[in-house]
């Protein structure tokens, strides 16, 4: 079985997906580069993600890679599982690396980065591979170590000649779409990753986007304001979920529960919710920024008041909560 499709990025500038969808099968949507830092996302990928969604176009997504070492592949790391935690990928997450900034790493060091930053994806169930061309797949990523993931591979020739197993194949850098003002890379998935990915339960697809939670590695330089402001979540409540107490010190190599954040959008009336935290904030009016502590652990919705700070009614007479501070049961 054959499946055709193309991979984007920001270089393709606006696409068409709706002139796009009947010619293709799929697509690899690039997320971002290097390490996680917002200037670093791929400006396009948002876009992308949506309109493959809206349309149901199967999608999966790539990061391309900087890393020189663990710390970096870490980061790497938390750089897509921030970009993808609200999307259903019916293709994998893959890694990227070829720079020529790591060229001067042996094989052991782009082994032990890309096996950290697979091990993160994998850790928060995502089916996880990696990209590269053919001179790097026989000279630099050649350990036996990484044919446990799958391996995509960049070869514009008519026939490929790698020598170990490849799930998917980009045979052209040359392609034209229409609904794509640019040429575009082609590929061919010879595996049928929906079902992979369906059968095992991974890359969200199952997910329900208001209470999942993820897995987020710290990195030097982090902070619990810093993180909660990536994942829009408040850092108290990343605190009290991870039982880190004051002065709040945090450590590279940590791995934090990060809530999932919510929208006033995810609820509706009559939806059963509990406080996602031991902090039991009720309050006496949709604009009240003075906290009482409520008497039960939550309630059934009987009012939304959209645009006001305390967006959720519980049973009628009990107060009103943030939509941020409770999650569906």
């Known amino acids: 079985m054959?499946?055709?499709?193309?991979?984007v990025s920001e270089f393709q500038g606006i696409i068409?997906?709706?002139?796009?969808?009947?010619?293709?099968?799929?697509?690899?949507?690039?997320?971002?580069?290097?390490?996680?830092?917002?200037?670093?996302?791929?400006?396009?990928?948002?876009?992308?993600?949506?309109?493959?969604?809206?349309?149901?176009?199967?999608f999966g997504v790539y990061l391309y890679s900087y890393a020189k070492n663990k710390d970096s592949a870490t980061s790497e790391a938390n750089h897509v599982l921030r970009l993808i935690k609200n999307y259903k990928m019916e293709y994998p997450i893959f890694y990227d690396v070829e720079d020529r900034s790591q060229n001067h790493l042996s094989n052991d060091e782009l082994?032990?980065?890309c096996e950290t930053f697979c091990n993160i994806l994998e850790n928060n169930k995502y089916f996880v591979g990696i990209y590269a061309n053919l001179y790097w797949f026989n000279t630099k990523l050649s350990s036996n170590k990484l044919d446990a993931y799958d391996k995509w591979l960049a070869e514009w020739t008519s026939t490929p000649t790698y020598n170990k197993p490849?799930?998917?194949?980009?045979?052209?850098?040359?392609?034209?779409?229409?609904?794509?003002?640019?040429?575009?890379d082609l590929?061919?998935?010879?595996?049928?990753?929906?079902?992979?990915?369906?059968?095992?339960?991974?890359?969200?697809?199952?997910?329900?986007?208001?209470?999942?939670?993820?897995?987020?590695?710290?990195?030097?330089?982090?902070?619990?304001?810093?993180?909660?402001?990536?994942?829009?979540?408040?850092?108290?409540?990343?605190?009290?979920?991870?039982?880190?107490?004051?002065?709040?010190?945090?450590?590279?190599?940590?791995i934090l529960i990060i809530p999932g954040a919510m929208s006033v959008d995810n609820f509706k009336v009559g939806d059963k919710v509990i406080y996602r935290?031991?902090?039991?904030?009720?309050?006496?009016?949709?604009?009240?920024?003075?906290?009482?502590?409520?008497?039960y652990n939550g309630?059934?919705?009987?009012?939304i008041f959209?645009?006001?700070?305390?967006?959720?009614?519980?049973?009628?007479?009990?107060?009103y909560v943030r939509a941020s501070d409770v999650k569906k049961v």
């Open 111 to 113: 082994t032990e980065i």
């Open 299 to 303: 309630g059934t919705i009987t009012a």
């Open 16 to 58: 068409n997906w709706e002139e796009v969808k009947d010619n293709i099968d799929f697509a690899i949507i690039r997320c971002g580069y290097g390490s996680d830092i917002a200037s670093q996302d791929d400006k396009q990928f948002v876009r992308n993600a949506n309109e493959c969604t809206r349309l149901g176009i199967p």
């Open 2 to 7: 054959e499946k055709k499709g193309i991979d």
């Open 166 to 184: 490849f799930g998917m194949w980009q045979h052209s850098s040359s392609g034209s779409i229409k609904g794509i003002n640019t040429h575009v």
């Open 306 to 319: 959209k645009g006001t700070r305390n967006e959720l009614q519980l049973n009628t007479n009990r107060g």
């Open 277 to 295: 935290t031991n902090t039991h904030n009720i309050y006496t009016s949709t604009d009240s920024n003075t906290p009482i502590k409520a008497k």
């Open 187 to 254: 590929d061919i998935a010879y595996k049928d990753y929906p079902s992979i990915i369906k059968d095992n339960n991974l890359n969200n697809i199952n997910k329900d986007n208001s209470t999942e939670e993820i897995k987020y590695t710290v990195v030097k330089g982090d902070s619990l304001w810093k993180i909660g402001k990536m994942y829009n979540v408040r850092w108290q409540d990343i605190a009290e979920v991870n039982n880190i107490k004051f002065p709040y010190i945090i450590h590279p190599g940590q």
